[in-house]
């Protein structure tokens, strides 16, 4: 079983050379600091940052740089600030070639809702339905079971929608999925320890298990 | 001569918002929010506002202060969490809150301030985001994809805050704090900046200004800028 | 009559201060000469300048440097320059006050047709209906009639349109009129030397003539 | 270490401009024109290409260049004057020739950089412009009035000219040959940038960049910049 910093280091395997990256708050966060060296990347951050550094060092912090999230941050060489609605304008027009983002449902065709619990207070959706309906590779870093011990993973989603048929693939403490196609999550490998079985047992969704599957090696 | 768009206060700059108005309010959390102008309402006291602003502060901060004030009938934003009082609010019904894709809000401003009524994104299609609103396939670069039209923002007034700024009304905003800003200034009906700088048409390199003053009615030079950091994150040396 | 140096001067005393300004072509460019003194106006070009100076030294051209007429130019202090889709941006949402063309007819109702011939080399429109499909204020400058004698001033125009129902005042060299709402040319005022009866004769839409007309005090 | 863009010669960032492809060029008049992406495909012949620019260059210089060899098979632009030679291609039928308005070309290049499909604007309606186009009446700020639907562009490559630009990218454009560019530049499929100093990264103000690299495929410093004047005017001292 992966930790949440297990969950970083596989995504981060997914990411390639010459891509920006967007990152989503929490567990994607993390995945900036597991990319391997030597793979050029950019990442963007939806209030207006391409070439995102590091956090400042303790007393370099400036309240007028900041990401999405909110914190400071500080830029790397060759970045580039800019409005909010060009940094749109480039996820909408795919030049933000991999959101990475959390959720709380994925269903097997691809819709994904992360923004709001009906009842709940609800905090909006920031970026989350441009990015999701835009990004034409679209991962979720998530938990495969709620705190109810419910599956994620589900036929349909019960929750409001953030997207539809946009997550390309998952990857949860358990093991790495795409999203298929015609509807289905397909196992593609098992965390260290985790069987096939227990596996299926925690997705309520359509799983697709096809010949061995390996173990995943970090 | 150029133009000339200087006032001497906030005071002297809001003194026609009235009333149960719509602002368009600059800033990404406490990041580049216009402090003067938030204080001026404070003391104002206006009432009945709706705000289009992409978040609504923390409890004693930004538009927090108004809200805290009760000076907000209805917020339109697209994140709204951080905030205590904003929530009881909201669940006891008395803020009206309308929450559209970030994305959605930026390009509605922008959309003002280039003269376009309508357009479409894909932002939102699918979900109860999209309900009531009318949607369109389009098939761009070869892809086949369902869009919802939205509308272009009608505001009356546009707060923004910026970095430098000339008596033309020129001006320039500093790395993150710009994010809405420039949008935001091309969409009100008057638009009002505060800068932390003000100085002389000439200082600024034409090449290198932000929004060009005619989208800006009036500018003053703020005060006592806090800047507040919401998450003050660093790592050690 | 006024010669084309009159028809701006006279076109000059309808700017205002704190106007934004855009000038086409022709006579329209010779109105910066005559804006009265005291009077802050900025002027505005298409191809992405507000605040624009007049010709630079010579010796100091730019070639970077032009307007939408693609001479050079200079920039006066607290000028701006901008891409082609922000300048239209300021036209399109009206922030640009007044606009002042050239046309080779105008219909009693306000329609411009401006920018083609029918069998004869066609130029384009370049921005010329975005700026009159846009503009609170459009002021025409022309000649009352064509090379052959007919009059421009027309119950509608024989010409591709440019722009319907748009214009709203035209000065020539007989005269100064407003575009009624209801469709006619009101005349405002005589050029020097000229009589009601030439106008008439000279102006074949519906010319509306309401008590004793001025003759134009340049 | 950013995404490095840099190619080394207009010859290798145009190898895939292929026959009856479509290009954004960048430039007003002669102002801000992609010289050296120009004389490479004089060089290389490609035949066929629309042509998406706002106007055509002059008989010896531009796009009149191709226009020459007769390697432009349609034009898309809003102005074609001063080209004795297009005049006879258009005449002659020879030439393809789309006349759009200005703010038009200018916008649906930029919707096409914002992944926005189609959009309202007011020019051209009730003209020959508008014909077989949707139109729509929209109420904004008060005002009723009719406007057409435009789509985003989509083109294979735009050829750009920009002041400087580093090795991620990124770029800045000078005065007025600005225009276009960045437009163009966040529409094309894949976007080539001529400029006429290549920096190193961190070496341009992010804060001033015109164009951020993730719009830039390609990026190279041109040479022998001819930089023509199309009409000089001047005053005496």
């Known amino acids: 079983m992966l930790d949440k910093t297990g969950i970083a280091k596989r995504i981060a395997r997914e990411v390639k050379d010459g891509m920006y990256v967007n990152l989503g708050i929490g567990i994607p966060t993390l995945v900036a600091n597991y990319i391997p060296e030597g793979i050029n990347v950019e990442l963007q951050s939806e209030n207006g940052i391409l070439g995102m550094g590091p956090f400042p060092f303790e007393g370099e912090e400036d309240a007028d740089m900041i990401n999405a999230g909110k914190q400071t941050v500080t830029l790397l060489p060759g970045a580039s600030i800019f409005d909010s609605a060009m940094s749109f304008g480039m ?18 065709n691809g819709d994904i809702a992360n923004w709001k619990i009906p009842g709940k207070m609800v905090k909006g959706m920031g970026g989350a339905m441009d990015l999701v309906a835009s990004a034409r590779n679209i991962i979720v870093a998530m938990q495969h079971v709620n705190k109810a011990g419910e599956s994620k993973l589900l036929p349909s989603c019960t929750l409001p929608l953030t997207g539809v048929k946009c997550v390309k693939k998952i990857v949860t403490e358990l093991g790495v999925f795409d999203v298929m196609e015609g509807g289905g999550f397909r196992l593609l490998e098992r965390a260290p320890g985790v069987s096939v079985e227990q596996i299926r047992n925690s997705t309520a969704g359509k799983l697709i298990v096809e010949g061995e599957i390996p173990e995943m090696v970090l | ?220 030079q703020g005060t006592h800028y806090e800047k507040r950091i919401e998450q003050r994150t660093v790592r050690s040396k």
Chains 1, 3 share one sequence.
């Open chain 2, 1 to 220: 001569m150029p133009i000339n768009k200087v006032v001497y206060s906030a005071e002297e700059a809001l003194a026609d918002i009235r009333d149960n108005m719509t602002l368009l309010v600059g800033g990404f959390g406490l990041c580049g929010i216009p402090e003067n102008c938030i204080s001026e309402l404070v003391r104002k006291g206006t009432k009945g506002l709706t705000c289009i602003s992409n978040n609504a502060g923390v409890d004693d901060f930004g538009l927090g202060l108004l809200l805290q004030k009760k000076q907000i009938r209805k917020m339109i934003s697209s994140y709204v969490g951080e905030n205590a009082e904003f929530e009881r609010q909201m669940l006891s019904g008395e803020l009206e809150v309308e929450l559209i894709p970030q994305g959605t809000l930026a390009t509605r401003c922008m959309m003002a301030g280039y003269g376009i009524p309508a357009f479409y994104t894909p932002a939102g299609y699918g979900t109860e985001v999209g309900e009531g609103k009318e949607s369109r396939r389009f098939t761009y670069k070869g892809q086949e994809k369902d869009y919802l039209m939205e509308y272009a923002f009608d505001a009356d007034f546009a707060l923004v805050k910026a970095w430098k700024g000339d008596t033309a009304g020129n001006v320039i905003y500093r790395q993150t704090a710009r994010n809405f800003n420039p949008l935001m200034a091309m969409a009100g009906k008057i638009t009002i900046v505060e800068v932390e700088e003000l100085v002389q048409p000439g200082e600024l390199d034409p090449n290198q200004v932000h929004t060009p003053g005619i989208y800006v009615d009036r500018i003053f």
């Open chain 1, 91 to 108: 996820i909408r027009s795919q030049r933000v070639h991999l959101t990475i983002l959390g959720a709380m449902e994925v269903s097997e």
